[in-house]
């Protein structure tokens, strides 16, 4: 009797998910952001992990005040929910296009700082680890690479519901190829890294396991995969995240890799250094953008 009512939940669940992706599809892409975004400012606040993001946000800024504290909630909202709309359209964007979709009032949906380093990678041929955060949009990331006709493989979670998993993997097709969290999908990043391909990581999950390591002050569960996979396999580690500029417009920062300094040092020592250098990375980015982070998850130990 459980199994059954779990079932109709995951299909009542799917039926609107199908609703919601038709809805956004019929209105477009900035529409669709800016629907998303009132929906979800509406109901984010009322959801339990609006209390997470406030524990979270008082425990990064002790002396925020309530006031400022809702405003980086109130946008935190916006920008999931413009996530949220902007997904349906995810896998018909192209950041090095200013056609059709990838532009809006004429202009260019998106700007890219750094393309530099990324044309520094693709010319050595040795393939390479981007990773990214939850902030922004986040589900864009890939198409740096995929834009240019490059195979990207991303380590995801899957959804609870196998309905609503096989919705988001059709949209997210073109984005990326997906590999699960998880033991498989690191055999997975190690044969794609292996075959100097590229892969893509979110560098700030929330981990029941992994290694302590300060993130914004406080120690945080951290995988130690990125580090591992780049000393073993001599490549570097490119940070890279898409900052939500106005509305459904975005611009691109890829920054220098990261490569390990230390010489003369034991492996574990080596980990610890690539680790620290990309939270630290990721925290300069919360900071800058606290907003465009999502603050619900249970990312620290303490």
Known sequence: MKSLLINIIYIIEAFFLCVWITICRLIGIDFASSLGSKIIKCLGPLSKFDKRAEINLKKIFPSINAKEQKVIKKNMWDNLGRNIGELAFANKLNPYSDQNINSIKE??????????????????????????????????????????????????????????????????RGISFYAPKGPTGAKTLFKVLRNKEFAAILADQKLN???????????????????????????????????????????????????????NCTHEEEVLELLNRINKTIENWVLKCPEQWLWIHNRWQD
């Open 107 to 172: 202009e260019p949906r998106f700007s890219i700082v750094g393309k530099k380093y990324l044309e520094d990678i693709i010319q050595k041929n040795t393939g390479a680890i981007f990773f990214s955060a939850h902030i922004g949009n986040w589900e864009i990331c890939p198409l740096i690479l995929t834009g240019k006709d490059l195979k990207v493989t991303s380590i995801y979670r899957h959804a609870n519901n196998p309905l609503n998993e096989k919705i988001i993997q059709w949209l997210r």
């Open 209 to 263: 396991e992994g290694i302590l390591i300060d993130f914004l002050g406080h120690p945080a569960k951290t995988a130690t995969a990125i580090a591992e996979l780049s000393i073993k396999l001599s490549i570097p580690v490119i940070p890279i995240h898409v900052q939500r500029i106005k509305g459904a417009t975005f611009k691109y920062i890829i920054e220098k890799p990261i490569i390990s300094s230390k010489k």
